[in-house]
């Protein structure tokens, strides 16, 4: 083996850090599957022209090639793919001919990017997608749907609370366009930047850079300082600026519409936010973005939105609505930091004692009645003394060892190591603790509490 | 979206062929864990000097590179792992401060290789290894229990039977020591494609190539010919050739024991061959390769075994014994040849109808309360024309589809679509058929039996 090498931006995590991530994607993939998605996993390279087709991700993109590979190679027209939502359009279109549509699918998988690690930013990723993707026009019930899913997943998970801010393409468009703005892309990427560069300096660059009136320019700030959870303020307050256009009305009675229906269904956590815009090209309608309520410098985890007009080709055009989760980015926070914990640092819930040498067969058999029965167990590997053994299930956080019988008579005792009982058992009908049998994860309250207020993501 | 491309080497399944390799990749996990193993992931991409200093593999390595990388740029370094292996001696070396010895986990992900795509063999492909990885001399017992996983797994996935074919390096190297042959790893390699090749190119190979006198070259190829399933039969063979030396005579002996014991414990489907080698060089003892009992000519399912020098750097040295089952080249025959399938296209079990755009809510708290309960389910999108919403359903296998009250009293009705039956329900009692609540996944035995007759795969 040669020189280690630690990669930097390549997160790897210790046994009982990954028993956390499991378990949050268990948790991921029960809900989607809840609300009847289904799973896909496309390849992890594309083509560079369909990688490169969706806004300006080009200097992020990591190429393959063979090691020994000529120049004329196809393969070097491959790269690895930077999200999950650019090779999921072209899957639907590649197949959309065996699909039936609506189509609903999750989609959890790695994604690269070779940008310059930093706060919750990583080279090698774990996302976890929805989208719907449908042959007829999408209501806005759609989009509610997604936000729903992600809602209730992020209310489950063991982790700090989010706050989703929702937005509106269209209402942005609609002011805008009111207000005479003609680059629009380029107002939506500055605006979206109001919370990490300032409202004076939005302003300012607005006027200086994209050449706006001063008083267009507080106008578009003013509006993406608008926040509220109530659908009906925000409408007064949109109206406030006496502005007309069909988009800008499109838009805010789609965006009132999701949060009235959002709150009312008990999804708490969800607020208009009307800086929000997100950097792809390709949203057309509701926008939103999670962030953790108590962290909020620490970069977004959840984002996504409608697109109407990414999954198209040659006359083909189908409306999508989709969010991300950034499973690993919502790690990068909660292990580093020790805020979520792993009950043990294996499956195992019972260690099978080794007597001796001799004895093997035996521990084997305790061993195999026990796993038969659904109880994960490990035997052993050596004839230790006792304490060697028990100080090794210790270490791994495995609650029982089973001391099969040195005689042979019956099949032994077992030991419960944090209550020391010890009792004659039959692997045959024995059963561990309910909650001791599977390993659980859960927030680390106390970590939690001196980081909420020591932690550089916090509010000043 | 640019020009769709499809990939040769990298496959992507529709949805119900997802369901499939999900159910597979479910049952896989969970034996690991019964077993104490506990779950991994290391990064996709290693240090070239990491990856290429196993075996002959370089022209396989996919490199990577930032799409507007300088040539002085580290990243040019990497490349994507091959298997998951060598990643995993990487990672235990650089954490085994960190970890309880004896270390057992295991790792599904995917692998990259830049071949030619060809029957079974992918440039993409998922693996699920487990190891066993000590700070101690690890006893055969190690090599057992890692078959005895790995049988279990065959055993229970719904897919056609396969052999383990079983031997050990000891008793190849300690035989062909016995000769006074010199170039021991040439002599394994060549003996190791005996299937392929067969007896009498092996032959000429041996005298041709390494220069073997033929009576040399012969006594190899008879040892190769070794197959047999008893202990005792194992012992009289090999002792028949009359040769001695330590090797031999160790590695003889942990076959047999290998052997006995995984019989004694129903392991079946468990077979001295004593041409199989393994083509790495890292293999120490116990090698193993799993192949369809039925289809013979389809390449090597799973494979392992022990490596006694993989794990080492600097001084520390740590025994290692695993195996690797190929779940991408299990898919790539059974669903290609449609021999297994899911009985649904999606995991929802009820779709819930839509009234009219004004019941819409209705259909969203049917929805809930449902998922409330752990039921599946998910809500047409458009006040269709109930034939239509019923052909949805029909056309993703979803058994049952709920109809809300059109007043409003009740919570309507639910169909099952196979039955035909419609039933007044509450969606906080109702429950679904218990064999329909999830998708399951089955042989389908008619198609199975047509191509046990007509495949290439199969036995002339």
């Known amino acids: 083996m040669a020189m280690l090498n630690s990669l930097s931006g390549y997160p790897e995590w ?78 639907v279109l590649e197949n959309r001919s065996k699909l039936t549509f609506p189509f609903r699918r999750y989609q959890i998988q790695k994604a690269w990017r070779g940008e310059r690690p930093g706060m919750g930013r990583y080279r090698e990723f774990l996302q976890a997608d ?6 007829h026009p999408l209501t806005v019930q759609s989009d509610i749907e997604i936000l729903q899913v992600m809602g209730r997943i992020l209310s489950v998970l063991p982790i700090p609370t989010v706050n989703l801010h929702i937005n509106n393409r269209k209402l942005l468009e609609g002011f805008y366009r009111a207000l005479e703005i003609e680059k629009i892309n380029e107002v939506l990427r500055l605006v979206d930047k109001l919370d990490k560069m300032g409202e004076e300096k939005v302003k300012l660059s607005l006027v200086d850079d994209l050449k706006l009136s001063p008083n267009v320019a507080a106008k578009c700030v003013e509006l993406g300082k608008i926040r509220t959870s109530d659908g009906v303020a925000l409408q007064e307050q949109v109206k406030g600026f006496n502005l007309s256009h069909p988009l800008l009305t499109e838009g805010l009675d789609e965006l009132c519409n999701v949060l009235t229906v959002l709150n009312s269904t008990g999804s708490s956590n969800v607020i208009a936010d009307l800086s929000v815009a997100r950097g792809f090209d390709y949203y057309t309608g509701t926008v939103c973005e999670g962030k953790f309520a108590d962290f909020p410098k620490y970069p977004t985890v959840v984002a996504g939105g409608r697109y109407d007009n990414l999954v198209s080709d040659r006359g083909v055009k189908l409306p999508g609505v989709g969010m991300s989760l950034g ?51 490990e035997v052993y590997p050596r004839a230790d003394k006792y304490g ?15 001391f099969p019988s040195e005689t042979g008579d019956n099949f032994g005792e077992v030991r419960d190591l944090q209550t020391r009982e010890q009792v004659v058992a039959d692997p045959k009908t024995w059963n561990p603790q309910e909650d001791k049998l599977r390993v659980t994860v859960v927030k680390n309250e106390e970590v939690y509490k001196s980081f909420l207020n020591s932690s550089k993501y916090s509010k000043k």
Chains 1, 2 share one sequence.
């Open 14 to 91: 210790l046994p009982e850090d990954r028993i956390v991530e499991q378990r949050m994607l268990q948790i991921i993939q029960e809900t989607f599957e809840l609300f009847g998605f289904t799973s896909l996993e496309t390849r992890s390279v594309e083509p560079l022209n369909v990688i490169l087709s969706k806004g300006e991700t080009d200097k992020e993109i990591y190429c393959l090639r063979r090691l020994h590979a000529t120049e004329e190679e196809a393969d070097k027209n491959l790269g690895l793919h930077f999200d999950l939502t650019v090779p999921f359009a072209r899957y």
């Open 130 to 135: 929805i989208d719907i993707v449908d042959s």
């Open 327 to 377: 499973v690993t980015r919502i790690l990068g926070l909660v292990l580093h930091e020790g805020l979520v914990q792993a009950s043990r640092k294996t499956p195992a819930c019972v260690l099978v004692a080794l007597v001796s040498e001799q004895h093997r067969q035996q521990s084997f058999i305790i061993a195999n009645l026990l796993r038969d029965r659904g109880i994960p167990c």
């Open 388 to 402: 060697k053994q028990i100080g090794y299930a210790d270490g791994k956080g495995i609650p029982y060892v089973w």
